[in-house]
């Protein structure tokens, strides 16, 4: 009987899982779509729910910090650059966000059962630090093009990244389980 159950509460959290990523990654999509000038373009999502182009700003505002750190003076222009001053720079496209590993995150921690303040806690963590690893990534393409530097192994920067963001992911699940497994034995220990 309690393999019956486990195997139920998995299958209820992978399809709470899926439908939340679902849910996340496709509704940005429609948040881009809408956003964009075109067929079905709202003014109303373009100026208060266009969330991926605050994302893109914060990226190209963290990527000009961080290259200042090591004397990069940088410049942000229009259409989302982000250039080394009288050099080349890149642009921040909509795959350059990294939403699909945020989704994948975020539904990850609230397929999970444990409390909203936990949740909330753990999802601003990992996108904070997905984010971070995101401004690298950036941050060292846009110096790579400028000095001539191939990338390693001959992958793009894209799939760097998305290397480093689920090894990341992968690692904060870890840590995330042992959190929820170290308050199970705790509520144990005090019945």
């Not at 059962?113 to 060292?140: A, C, D, E, Q, Y």
């Not at 990338?151 to 042992?178: E, K, Q, S, V």
Request: charge should be positive; proline fraction near 2%; glycine fraction near 6%.
């Amino acid at each position: 009987m309690m393999d019956f159950l486990k195997d139920k509460q998995f299958l209820v959290f992978v399809t709470k899982f899926l439908l939340l990523f679902l849910l996340l990654y496709f509704g940005t999509i429609a948040i881009i779509g809408l956003a964009a000038p075109g067929d079905y373009y709202s003014p109303f999502i373009e100026k208060y729910l266009d969330y991926v182009s605050w994302i893109k700003v914060s990226l190209m505002k963290g990527t000009q910090f961080l290259l200042s750190l090591f004397n990069y003076k940088t410049r942000i222009e229009p259409n989302f650059i982000v250039r080394i001053v009288n050099a080349r720079g890149v642009i921040i496209a909509m795959d350059c966000v990294g939403y699909g590993v945020y989704s994948f995150w975020i539904a990850f921690v609230i397929a999970c059962s444990t409390t909203f303040l936990k949740k909330l806690t753990w999802i601003i963590f990992g996108v904070f630090l997905l984010w971070i690893i995101n401004v690298i990534r950036i941050s060292l393409f846009l110096v790579a093009i400028n000095k001539g530097w191939a990338m390693p192994l001959g992958l793009d920067h894209h799939t760097w990244f998305n290397i480093f963001a689920y090894l990341c992911i992968f690692t904060m699940i870890y840590f995330f389980d042992r959190s929820l497994q170290s308050k199970k034995r705790l509520s144990i220990n005090e019945s």
